[in-house]
């Protein structure tokens, strides 16, 4: 296997097709296979449990995570149900306190209804999170940066935590990919990514993905990927390849976009306070300098003047589009707690009004400031 991230997110899985020599992994629009004989395949035979375009991503997914088993999903949100699987009813899991609000919708009003548990804590509080897991507690869910406040988990100390509490550790890898951050190395169980995202990068496509190198866990998810039947078709799994060829170079473009972004918003009168990474004032930085290799592509801000600010800048920009998601080549811009946080709204977890989230695109750095600067007049 090649050393670097670069030539892996272009080589492996990716061989040239053997029938034909393609050098790009083809789309295996099928959705069942000839056999030989009675019961007899060579690994495939019905797409809804193995596709050789999903096989290629699945394992050059696992590669650039530095994990031993990839497993891909239909969207973020499928593979986050077909994790939860894995626990049964009575069970409790630890959730950090600021998380995407589809997430929160999910295991508060609609798993809670099969008898599953879940304490949502500040995770930069290492004591309350060891004190918030419980005899029951089988699983701690992180993710850093978080959504929308930006904040920075340690994984290590938090994996250390489950490890004691024998539970597993899970890390929502969306916000900084497998390129700024690799949760594995540090001690989790498992990641995940809603592939949509940065892996994907055109906003084009929805997936999700799992990551894992504990055979045990792979194998328990491998027959619920089947059985539950949440995967993506071979199209999507080639259009997230393609994306992933190009992966490391858009991260750092993203990176060093947001960086000059965020050093710009902290100095404007218009802004209260920015959420960064990058950012010396932000409260982990020192974390995310040692766990992320760069500070990725999202900024979060809360805007001078409240909810009439935000709502007035964000739809006042022109190069960055008033919309949800993130992670694409072009610069999104949104107001969560009237968009993609609403889910959250009268929670613990609710967010300000004043809230302002950036994905910073990588197009020129000084367009994207200039825009901003016009919005926050």
């Given at each position: 296997?090649?050393d670097?991230f670069?030539t892996?997110?272009?080589?492996?899985g990716?061989?040239?097709d053997s029938?034909?020599?393609a050098v790009i992994?083809p789309?295996?629009q099928?959705?069942t296979?000839?056999?030989?004989?009675?019961?007899?395949?060579k690994g495939?035979?019905?797409?809804?449990t193995?596709n050789?375009?999903?096989?290629a991503?699945?394992?050059?997914?696992?590669?650039?995570?530095?994990?031993?088993?990839g497993?891909?999903?239909?969207?973020?949100?499928?593979?986050?149900?077909?994790?939860m699987?894995?626990?049964?009813?009575?069970?409790h899991?630890?959730?950090c306190?600021?998380?995407?609000g589809?997430?929160?919708?999910?295991?508060?009003?609609?798993l809670e209804?099969f008898?599953?548990?879940?304490?949502f804590?500040?995770?930069?509080?290492?004591d309350a999170?060891?004190r918030?897991?419980?005899?029951?507690?089988?699983?701690?869910?992180i993710e850093?940066?978080?959504?929308?406040?930006?904040?920075?988990?340690d994984?290590?100390?938090i994996?250390?935590?489950?490890?004691?509490?024998?539970a597993w550790?899970v890390v929502?890898?969306t916000f900084a990919?497998p390129y700024?951050?690799?949760?594995l190395?540090?001690?989790?169980?498992i990641v995940?990514?809603?592939?949509t995202?940065?892996?994907?990068g055109?906003?084009d496509v929805?997936?999700g993905?799992?990551?894992?190198s504990?055979?045990e866990?792979?194998e328990?998810?491998k027959?619920?990927?089947?059985a539950?039947?949440?995967v993506?078709?071979p199209?999507?799994?080639?259009?997230i390849?393609r994306?992933?060829?190009?992966?490391?170079l858009?991260m750092?473009?993203?990176s060093?976009?947001?960086?000059?972004?965020?050093?710009m918003?902290e100095?404007?009168p218009a802004?209260?306070?920015?959420?960064?990474?990058?950012l010396?004032?932000?409260?982990?930085y020192e974390i995310a300098?040692?766990?992320?290799?760069?500070?990725?592509g999202?900024?979060s801000?809360l805007?001078?003047?409240?909810?009439?600010?935000?709502?007035?800048i964000?739809?006042?920009?022109?190069?960055?589009?008033?919309g949800e998601?993130?992670g694409?080549?072009?610069?999104l811009?949104?107001?969560?707690a009237?968009?993609?946080?609403?889910?959250?709204?009268?929670s613990?977890?609710?967010?300000?009004?004043?809230?302002?989230?950036?994905?910073v695109?990588?197009?020129?750095?000084?367009?994207l400031?200039?825009?901003l600067?016009?919005a926050?007049?």
């Amino acid at each position: 296997m090649p050393d670097h991230f670069e030539t892996r997110s272009i080589h492996v899985g990716q061989e040239p097709d053997s029938a034909t020599g393609a050098v790009i992994v083809p789309i295996y629009q099928t959705s069942t296979y000839a056999q030989s004989d009675v019961g007899a395949h060579k690994g495939y035979d019905y797409s809804r449990t193995a596709n050789p375009t999903r096989t290629a991503l699945e394992v050059c997914l696992a590669s650039l995570e530095e994990g031993k088993h990839g497993l891909a999903f239909a969207s973020g949100m499928g593979a986050i149900t077909t994790l939860m699987f894995l626990l049964k009813k009575g069970d409790h899991v630890v959730v950090c306190d600021d998380v995407y609000g589809g997430t929160f919708r999910l295991f508060r009003r609609v798993l809670e209804d099969f008898g599953l548990e879940f304490t949502f804590v500040d995770m930069t509080n290492l004591d309350a999170t060891a004190r918030a897991a419980r005899a029951t507690t089988r699983m701690l869910w992180i993710e850093t940066p978080t959504n929308p406040l930006m904040k920075v988990v340690d994984i290590a100390a938090i994996a250390s935590i489950a490890k004691k509490a024998n539970a597993w550790t899970v890390v929502d890898n969306t916000f900084a990919s497998p390129y700024l951050q690799k949760p594995l190395t540090l001690g989790a169980d498992i990641v995940m990514h809603s592939t949509t995202k940065y892996i994907g990068g055109h906003s084009d496509v929805i997936g999700g993905a799992v990551i894992t190198s504990n055979p045990e866990i792979f194998e328990r998810l491998k027959f619920l990927e089947n059985a539950a039947g949440a995967v993506p078709g071979p199209f999507d799994c080639w259009l997230i390849l393609r994306g992933v060829k190009t992966l490391a170079l858009r991260m750092e473009r993203h990176s060093d976009n947001a960086q000059g972004i965020a050093q710009m918003l902290e100095q404007h009168p218009a802004v209260e306070r920015v959420f960064y990474p990058g950012l010396q004032s932000h409260p982990q930085y020192e974390i995310a300098r040692r766990q992320m290799c760069a500070s990725g592509g999202m900024i979060s801000f809360l805007a001078r003047g409240g909810a009439d600010a935000a709502r007035k800048i964000a739809r006042s920009t022109r190069l960055f589009t008033l919309g949800e998601s993130l992670g694409g080549v072009e610069s999104l811009i949104e107001v969560p707690a009237a968009m993609t946080h609403m889910s959250v709204a009268g929670s613990p977890l609710e967010v300000s009004p004043a809230l302002v989230r950036l994905s910073v695109g990588i197009e020129h750095p000084e367009d994207l400031i200039k825009d901003l600067m016009q919005a926050l007049e």
